[in-house]
RNA sequence: GGUUCCGUAGCUCAGCUGGAUAGAGCAACAGCCUUCUAAGCUGUGGGUCGCAGGUUCGAAUCCUGCCGGAAUCACCA
């Protein structure tokens, strides 16, 4: 049993015996001792004061005394009101143990019958390749995936994709005005930026069209309903719905094109998915039900023919789901989503991996399905991250100021290639040896620097400073696995395998039960991520275990040390430590090498 | 204007449902490799936790009001 738990019910045990009424369990407040002061465990005697009727150093000396009974409880000292624990040797050299014993330490023994859940993340649009937003989404949502699976669920990764809209038109239209017949292939350019670039040309040439009509005496938002541009693709828009062979054919093929690109960086990534849903096909779904929510008198329409659902009653206001021509808007298709995979997966719940800027987004959402009548409506449920920001704001890929998501990936395997040289520490390596560890160490900077932050918050980048590889990074914590790596390595060639498990006799210097205790927080963070859709809590908690590791290592020798039981015990604590950082990283989507 | 979120060291971030003298990293400076990987370790300096009240044994944390910033409130997605 876990250590909390046996103080926990001890002190239960303590207050019935006195005949005193203890409220309820959150009364036991545990923490981790700190650093100043002796023991490994705190109970706060505060809450208990009143009810025991003494002053809080008489009522933290009587629980001490009271707890030192339990074996696991060496000795204890009252500071202030509270009640530092320590815990003998015994409970952590025993904990270290079995942990290491069980390769499925920290991650939940899947029970016959899981629930299954969605998470969607990603969500592109076919109209531009993926930036550094799309990159904190897409890490976010396949780690929260990892990570609730790391808790018994049964997770099916979906996407997304935004392949319909008037934006597609506009980069069809200006492929056939200046693409001159060519094709990703022809040129070079990777697919997604290929029509990218498609993108930016139409808004430039659109620009100057508004620009002229307002110097001929126009109001700008006149000009930009009346530019001759935008009506071109507008009507093209029209021909897509209308099955126009032709717009259909060219809509395919560019967006093929546009995944092609984003393959290659989603495999960059080490990101992918279980599911893709197009919203080409999925607003059909939309339609058809708001018609129905319409036939029962659920939903309204105007004079104009435009279809709402009114939540006025709810807080909210009155929102569109059909515009007056008939056509769907955004939400249309999100309901249409969310029945289909209601009915593909009956999941018992749906996560969005979705930036903050649509939590209103998705509150209408789940109230229009309440409202529609689906029992599961509130089973969705919005994660919600902050936005990355330059240092001079938001990224604005009108005014190109974006960090762009390949040349990121290919500026940070450049950077660690170099500083790896530097350093010469791939020098005995082969060519392909040396890549794959350049870019592992290269992606674990990247995604350890966004994935360390709380998703809820937003986030500052700064192209000019390129992501650190020392300090609290993703090579730090990489560094501290290979050394660990390579003292396992070394000591089973010297063929020291730890055998004897009998640590009674050993004493645990502090730095050694701070490992410990580091580890023995794994179980726990893992469960608290996985219910606050937290991957940044297993980041800092793999730091914290590495930075405690490398004093460890700094202060103790390991395979030298003379004492057969303490090597023993560092050595099981080397390889639970090496354990735990990589099954860590690993549920935040980042590979540990075994050298770097 | 309404709603929501955010304000912690020069910079980037921790600080769980209130607990002891608010912690890391970067940057700056000073040290540590004949010993298991120095992408490491040690030390120094750096704070009115936006401001003001309130709740209580105790507030960075909870409540209220201000100040500052962001998002959103589209027949955009």
Redesign the pocket.
């Known amino acids: 049993m876990r250590i909390e738990n046996i103080i926990t019910g001890a002190v239960k045990r303590f207050f019935i015996e006195k005949e005193l009424p203890l409220s309820d369990t ?1 009364s036991v ?1 545990l ?1 981790k ?2 650093r ?2 002796k023991g490994d465990i ?1 109970l ?1 005697v ?2 208990f004061v009143r009810l025991m009727k003494k002053s809080p150093d008489e009522a933290a000396e009587d629980l001490g005394l009271y707890l030192s009974g339990l074996p696991e409880i060496k000795s204890y000292n009252v ?4 009640l ?1 624990l320590e815990i003998e040797h015994t409970y952590w050299t025993g904990f270290v143990a079995e942990a290491a014993a069980n390769d499925k330490y920290g991650v939940k023994a899947q029970q016959g019958k899981r629930e299954t859940v969605l998470v969607e993340f990603s969500s592109p ?1 076919t109209n531009k390749p993926l930036h550094l937003g799309h990159i904190r989404n897409n890490l976010l949502g396949y780690s929260i995936s990892l990570i609730l699976e790391a808790n018994g669920m049964n997770v099916k990764k979906v996407n997304l994709v ?1 392949d319909r ?3 597609i038109c506009k980069t069809m239209l200006a492929w056939q005005k200046w693409g001159e017949n060519k094709s990703p292939a022809d040129t070079g350019v990777k697919g997604d930026h290929f029509v990218g670039d498609m993108y930016v040309r139409f808004e430039k040439a659109y620009r100057n069209e508004v620009d002229e009509l307002v110097k001929g005496g126009m109001s700008e938002d006149e000009a930009r309903v009346e530019a001759p541009l935008i009506k071109e693709a507008r009507e093209m828009l029209r021909k897509w719905e209308a099955d126009d062979p032709a717009t259909t054919e060219l809509w395919r093929r560019m967006n093929g094109w546009v995944y092609q690109g984003f393959d290659i960086t989603y495999r960059r990534l080490g990101v992918s998915f279980d599911k893709i849903y197009y ?1 080409s096909e999925t607003y059909h779904t939309g339609k058809t039900i708001v018609e129905e929510g319409l036939k029962r008198s659920v939903l309204k329409k ?1 004079e ?1 023919g ?1 279809v709402w659902a009114d939540l006025t009653g709810r807080g909210l ?1 009155e929102k ?1 789901l059909l ?3 008939g056509t769907s ?2 939400i249309t298709q999100d309901l249409g989503t969310a029945v289909l995979r209601q009915k593909d997966y009956n999941a018992g719940k749906m996560y969005y991996v979705v930036g ?6 998705f509150k209408v959402l789940s109230l229009i399905l309440d409202e529609l009548g689906y029992d599961w409506a509130d089973s969705l449920e919005h994660i919600s991250y902050g ?1 990355v920001e330059l ?1 001079s ?2 990224m604005k890929s009108r005014e190109g100021k974006v960090v762009d998501a390949d040349n990121l990936i290919d500026e940070m395997i450049e950077t ?1 290639g170099k ?2 040289d530097e ?1 010469g ?2 020098d005995d390596l082969t060519e392909g040896e040396r890549k794959d ?1 350049v870019d592992t ?1 290269a992606m674990g900077a990247l995604k350890y620097f966004i994935l ?3 998703p ?5 980048f ?1 192209p000019e400073e390129s992501i ?6 993703g ?2 914590i990489q ?1 501290t696995h ?2 660990i ?3 396992l390595k ?1 000591s089973a060639q010297r063929g020291i395998l730890p055998g004897n498990y009998d640590f009674s006799g050993i004493t645990l210097s502090d730095k050694e039960k701070r490992v410990a205790a580091l580890l023995h927080e794994f179980p726990p963070v893992v469960q ?1 991520a996985g219910r606050s859709c937290s991957p ?2 297993i980041a ?1 908690l793999v ?1 914290d275990l590495s ?1 405690e590791y ?2 460890f ?2 202060d ?5 040390e003379e004492n057969m039981s303490l090597r023993d015990f560092r050595l099981l604590l080397t390889a639970l430590t090496g354990d735990v950082i990589r099954k860590g990283m690993g549920l935040l989507g980042i590979m540990v090498p ?3």
């Open positions: 959150s407040q923490q001792t700190r100043e002061f705190t706060v505060f809450p500071i202030k009101g509270f530092n649009n935004n809209g008037i934006h919203e105007k104009d435009s206001d569109l515009r007056s021509d808007v955004y903050n800027e649509q939590d209103y987004h936005m240092p704001g938001k660690a500083l790896s350093l520490k791939l560890i160490i360390k932050v709380d809820k918050k937003n986030m500052i700064n650190d590889f020392n300090g609290n990074t090579p730090f560094y290979a050394r790596c390579s003292l070394k608290e940044a809590l800092n730091y930075k490398n004093q290592y700094h103790h020798q390991v395979i030298r075994e050298k770097m």
